[in-house]
């Protein structure tokens, strides 16, 4: 293989629709808002507010989410870093819907040695063609057809 290659999890109109999402359930839970008669107690409050802080975690997870490959490794860099080592992934499934690759991410789902499996998201032609080269070299050869005796 040649250099590293990187470049955003998740395609603009896949964060636009994120970024729509959110700020539809801020609206209805404004509109909630002003629907209540009374103050809310510190429970409701509390839930609304980590409700809201996952909403913005992965709002801020689509839109900051960076996959990077290389020789050696397969890195996710973003509110985590996730980190694989090609030579010991042990599976390599690559999921990719062909019509609606604009929207939805394709997706390299990989497995190394036990029974814990990563998912790196793709959008740039250039990680998602390495993808795709890393996911045919691992397969194993079609199976030859019985000899006819």
């Not at 991410?105 to 993808?131: C, E, M």
Request: aromatic share 12%; with cysteine; net charge positive.
């Amino acid at each position: 293989m040649n250099d590293a290659v990187e470049g955003p999890a998740f395609g603009w109109p896949s964060r636009l629709l994120a970024l729509f999402a959110l700020c539809a359930v801020a609206w209805q839970a404004w509109s909630a808002w002003q629907g209540f008669e009374t103050q809310p107690d510190r429970v409701t409050l509390t839930l609304l507010g980590l409700g809201a802080l996952g909403l913005l975690y992965g709002l801020g997870h689509i839109w900051l989410t960076r996959t990077r490959i290389d020789d050696t490794h397969i890195r996710q860099l973003g509110w985590s870093h996730t980190e694989v080592e090609i030579a010991r992934i042990s599976q390599v499934k690559l999921i990719h819907v062909p019509y609606l690759s604009w929207l939805v991410s394709s997706r390299l789902v990989v497995r190394a040695g036990g029974l814990r499996t990563w998912v790196f998201h793709a959008s740039d032609r250039a990680v998602l063609q390495r993808f795709w080269q890393l996911a045919y070299d691992r397969q194993s050869p079609p199976m030859a057809p019985p000899s006819a005796q």
